[in-house]
């Protein structure tokens, strides 16, 4: 499995299994399924409701901690100092594991200060509770803020992205101040698969428009965390990494940006 390199020298799993919409039984069988196929990477919050679903399964699977990279994320009711450090607990005893290998900030909140939240965030890193600490949904504005307040603290910041929201000036951004992107809805929900020239590059080189998408984000040293359910989607999108992204496809599809942007909740501003 690809890697890249956080800004402190910790590594991340370009792909990984995305959670939300899994819950119970089928989440479990889903992440030992996908542990089982090679992924090492899952992606949940508090907000799945599916914690101790994976639980289960990292707990039948023999994969030593140390290969897996468990990412978890605190909702913004819960930002304020005390609060995240409560949930914190909470989460890591849901997912019976000593630390996160990445904790993100899941939303940020108008009302708690970000710096209020990173205080505990980098406190919980210093405790050993998490390797890695993180944002998701943060603006250009939101993660001068937060580089402000430490500029080595934010590793990642994860985003809704796919081609046809291909937010240019965040990648530029992250890049230039050393931030991992991670690729949340990298499929756009599904729509990818009614791309007509996703799909028509997918007859031609014999991939799916999954594969086209997922590779896409890679090449960018993004990384990506579709989610999926069923062995065959599983299978399909952890093999994005062996065979050449021809060029011709990786040209047209710098080109289907639509600002297509699928979750929006008001806050933050994104436009
Ligand atoms: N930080 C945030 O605020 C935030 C927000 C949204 C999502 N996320 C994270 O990002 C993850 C992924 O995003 P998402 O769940 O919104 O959407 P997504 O990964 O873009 O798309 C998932 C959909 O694509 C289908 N699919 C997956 N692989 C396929 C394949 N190879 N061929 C055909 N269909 C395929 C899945 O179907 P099946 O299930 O039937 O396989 C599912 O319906 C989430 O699960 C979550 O972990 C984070």
Known sequence: ??????KNGNEIPALGLGTSGLRGKE???VVKKALDL???HIDTADMYGNHQAIAAALNQSDIKRKDLFITSKI???????????????RLLNELDIEY?????????????PVEESLKAMKELKEAGKTKNVGVSNFTIPLLKEALEYDSNLITVNQV???????QKDLLDFAFKNDIILTAYSPLAQG???????????????????????????????????????SENHLKNNLDVFDWNFPVDAAREM???????????PGYPKFN
């Open 100 to 112: 996160f290998d990445l904790l993100l900030i899941h939303w940020p909140s108008p009302e708690i």
């Open 27 to 29: 989440c479990t069988k």
């Open 75 to 89: 909702k913004s009711e819960d930002l304020k100092y005390n609060d995240l450090k409560k949930a914190a607990d």
């Open 160 to 166: 809704e992205f796919h081609p046809t929201l291909y």
């Open 191 to 229: 729509e990818v698969f009614k791309n007509s020239v996703l799909e028509s590059l997918g007859k031609k080189y014999d991939k799916s428009p999954a594969q086209l998408a997922l590779r896409w984000l890679i090449e960018k040293n993004i990384v990506a965390i579709p989610k999926a359910s």
């Open 1 to 6: 499995m690809k890697k890249f390199e956080l």
């Open 254 to 264: 710098e080109l289907l940006d639509q600002n297509n942007r699928l979750i929006d």
């Open 38 to 40: 090679g992924y090492r």
